[in-house]
């Protein structure tokens, strides 16, 4: 469950509650602005659009919700692409540099009641952002738009250096859970099991994510860091260690034809 906020203030209505609130609710982060442009500019921003350009074909239909959209990043790819992108976020300062950097339009709204039409999406798209949901809360907002697929990419709490690093840097989100619990709660409102992959076993490390310093030297061949981890990650899996020691997951799901509109 969401971890308390503003008292008072559903969770559904996040845009009443004061940023300071969110933050201390791990449900949005401060950061430090000027690595974040660095990196997104950078190795990360680099490994990361590659990563999204690959996600496309998983998508259904060409109207997209971009749920928690941070900076933009997706939503730049996907509409770079042709697809019609609607990207939704609560936090002002991150809508600022989706707007400034990755130049896209993009609303300060919650994912848990968008102002989009019923019926008007097709596929929603969680990078970075769902372990910041509460899922019950989430899923009928998914059902009023007509979302018949959800992607999801975040990080893999199952890795122990993950873990780690997070304890030591005190980060936290409001709903951390891993890639099977995630499944397992849409599965039980109406949703299936499409996909489920680990990924990413040196590039988040090398590149250093959007708020450390990357690697010296290194960060500077990105292509060479996507081609090992690449390598990697097939290891990874016929050694089944995948789930365990990758920092990433990708999770696609479809709403069940008989699930309830």
Request: hydrophobic share 40%; glycine share 6%.
């Amino acid at each position: 469950m969401l971890k308390q906020i503003d008292p008072g203030v559903d969770p559904a209505d996040l845009l009443a509650a004061s940023r300071e609130s969110l933050v201390a609710a791990h449900i949005i982060h401060d950061f430090p602005l000027a690595r974040v442009l660095d990196n997104l500019a950078g190795c990360y921003g680099t490994l990361m659009r590659e990563t999204y350009r690959a996600m496309l074909p998983l998508l259904k239909g060409t109207r997209v919700v971009d749920c928690g959209c941070g900076f933009g990043q997706f939503s730049r790819v996907a509409i770079d692409a042709g697809l019609e992108v609607a990207s939704v976020d609560i936090d002002d300062i991150s809508l600022a540099i989706a707007r400034d950097v990755s130049r896209i339009p993009c609303r300060k709204e919650s994912v848990y009641a968008t102002s989009l039409p019923d019926g008007s999406c097709d596929t929603a798209v969680c990078c970075d952002s769902i372990q910041h949901f509460d899922i019950e809360q989430f899923v009928p907002e998914l059902r009023r738009l007509r979302v018949r697929r959800v992607v999801i990419y975040d990080s893999n709490i199952a890795n122990p250096l993950l873990n780690g690093y997070r304890a030591i840097a005190g980060h936290e989100e409001s709903n951390d859970r891993t890639a099977d619990e995630i499944v397992r709660e849409f599965c039980q409102r109406g949703f299936e099991l499409v996909a489920l992959r680990y990924e990413n076993v040196v590039s988040l490390p090398i590149s250093g994510g959007f708020q450390r310093r990357p690697v010296p030297l290194l960060h500077h061949f990105p292509g060479m860091i996507r081609r090992v981890d690449r390598l990697l990650e097939r290891t990874m899996r016929l050694l089944r260690l995948d789930r365990h020691l990758t920092y990433r997951f990708l999770i696609v799901l479809d709403r069940q034809e008989t699930a309830t509109p």
